[in-house]
C-alpha cells in the first residue's frame, strides 16, 4: 500500500469516529481537525496535499468551502 493511501485511510477513520462533526483542512499545517463543543478541536498531521484532503472529504459526504471571514485561510467542511 502507498504513501497516499495509508494516509487516506488515516483520513477515512478519523472522519469515521465522529461524522457528525465539522472539520477544518489546514493547509499550512498540512492537518485536518475535528470541532469539539466548547471551542476545542481535535487534529491529526497527514502527508497529503491540501487538494487530496478536500477531495477526500468531498468523498466521504462532507462539502467543504472557506469561511466567510477573509483572515481565516483554512477549509471549513460539514456534512451535507
Given amino acids: 500500500m502507498s504513501d497516499t493511501s495509508n494516509e ?18 489546514d493547509q499550512y499545517k498540512s492537518q485536518i481537525c475535528r470541532q469539539l463543543p466548547g471551542g476545542q478541536e481535535e487534529c491529526i498531521k497527514l502527508s497529503l496535499e491540501y487538494t487530496q484532503m478536500f477531495s477526500q472529504m468531498q468523498k466521504l459526504g462532507f462539502f ?17
Fill in 8 to 25: 487516506l485511510e488515516r483520513l477515512n477513520k478519523f472522519v469515521e469516529a465522529a461524522p457528525q462533526n465539522s472539520y477544518n483542512i
Fill in 64 to 80: 467543504c468551502a472557506l469561511p466567510m471571514d477573509p483572515k481565516k485561510t483554512h477549509m471549513e467542511c460539514t456534512r451535507v
